[in-house]
């Protein structure tokens, strides 16, 4: 079990341009979290899917972010026009359902830059 | 709603001493807590976690007990190494069926 995989694992990008995060879940796991890592805030909830279904995105900044699942395999965090503030290391998990108790486990991030 | 706070930023130790990371919640609802350890550059990774009141959990030399009463569950370790220098992240999940909250995160530093 490979775990998590995100990629890429660093991105940098000019002001004002795009950026997309890519996310393959654990095999199995049914439900998919994206979470924002700053020192300041340090985690930070963004959004989460259950059977691919997007179930919760209150911590979505409403503008500029968007996040898909169109498949059991993967998920992506689109960030458009991207701003400074928008540097941070970007975590994505899964766990093996949306329960209370469900361990969530952790890829290695992708760290956006933003210049 | 449902919050976690750790209250220390920066831990600083020396090897072999005790050590005791604070977190405490708010919920309305019957919690489920977590601690995480993230090393650098690696990925966040659970700890411990524990739903049941006054019962000490285990793992890896470190124990936590929730306390409902104080709305606590402070991780603790009787003697830390240099490996264990890393960021710590306590969460709460609740049975409102919402995702995992997590504070700030401590960051512990073990010297020799």
């Known amino acids: 079990n490979a775990g998590v995989i995100q990629t890429p694992r660093h991105k940098v990008t000019g002001k004002g341009q795009e950026a997309t995060l890519w996310c393959e879940p654990i095999?199995?796991?049914?439900?998919v979290f994206w979470y924002r890592q700053t020192i300041v805030q340090g985690l930070e909830f963004l959004t989460y899917?259950?059977?691919?279904?997007?179930?919760?995105d209150s911590g979505m900044p409403k503008e500029r972010f968007s996040a898909q699942m169109p498949n059991q395999s993967h998920s992506t965090l689109k960030i458009q026009s991207t701003q400074p503030q928008d540097s941070a290391v970007y975590l994505c998990?899964?766990?093996?359902?949306?329960?209370?108790?469900?361990?969530?486990?952790f890829g290695a991030g992708t760290r956006l830059s933003v210049l | 709603g449902d919050s976690v706070t750790q209250t220390e930023g920066l831990v600083t130790l020396t090897k072999g001493l005790p050590v005791m990371l604070n977190c405490t919640y708010q919920?309305?609802?019957?919690?489920?807590l977590f601690w995480y350890v993230q090393h650098l550059n690696e990925a966040p990774k659970l700890l411990l976690k524990?739903?049941?009141?006054?019962k000490r959990t285990e793992h890896q030399g470190f124990y936590a007990t929730l306390h409902k009463s104080s709305s606590s569950f402070h991780l603790q370790k009787s003697s830390v190494q240099l490996s264990d220098s890393a960021l710590y992240f306590c969460?709460?999940?609740?049975?409102?069926?919402?995702?995992?909250?997590f504070g700030t995160g401590t960051k512990l530093q073990v010297v020799p």
């Open positions: 998990a899964s766990s093996l359902d949306q329960g209370w108790q469900n361990t969530l486990y």
């Open positions: 095999s199995g796991h049914s439900a």
């Open positions: 899917f259950r059977n691919q279904a997007p179930i919760d």
């Open positions: 919920t309305t609802y019957s919690p489920f």
């Open positions: 524990s739903s049941t009141d006054n």
């Open positions: 969460a709460l999940s609740d049975n409102s069926g919402t995702y995992q909250r």
